[in-house]
């Protein structure tokens, strides 16, 4: 499986970017795909997460009601539309796949088994 995201820009604080995660090889209805993010110097932290098969969803509690993530799985691509950005969501966006996620492991960046190159999200004030 191989994940490829784009979407990352340089935008000001109360804008919004889509992040696409586009994926390719096998990769079955069953899997659960992520967003996960690193700024400068802190560690990797879960953003948003979504079971492909029920398309339920769980988010971090620093982008709910401002993050959403989506999918299209005829186009085997998740989205996360972020609204109202804020400069602490500078960082780089990972997205990720894993075939055995479950709610109680889809925010652990360790669950998941494939992960695409980052996408660089720059908010300034």
């Known amino acids: 499986v191989q994940l490829q995201a784009s979407g990352g820009g340089l935008v000001q604080a109360g804008d919004c970017l889509r992040l696409?995660?586009?994926?390719?090889?096998?990769?079955?209805?069953?899997?659960?795909m992520g967003w996960f993010r690193q700024a400068p110097g802190k560690e990797r932290e879960f953003v948003a997460a979504?079971?492909?098969?029920?398309?339920?969803?769980l988010y971090a509690d620093s982008v709910k009601g401002r993050f959403t993530i989506s999918g299209d799985n005829a186009k085997n691509t998740v989205y996360l539309q972020m609204n109202s950005l804020k400069p602490e969501d500078t960082s780089v966006h990972y997205c990720?796949?894993?075939?055995?996620?479950?709610?109680?492991?889809?925010?652990?960046?360790?669950?998941?088994?494939?992960w695409g190159q980052g996408t660089l999200v720059t908010v300034s004030s």
């Open positions: 990720a796949a894993g075939a055995r996620l479950i709610v109680t492991t889809m925010r652990l960046g360790r669950a998941y088994d494939y």
């Open positions: 696409s995660c586009a994926a390719s090889g096998r990769i079955f209805s069953s899997y659960g």
């Open positions: 979504i079971r492909r098969s029920s398309g339920s969803t």
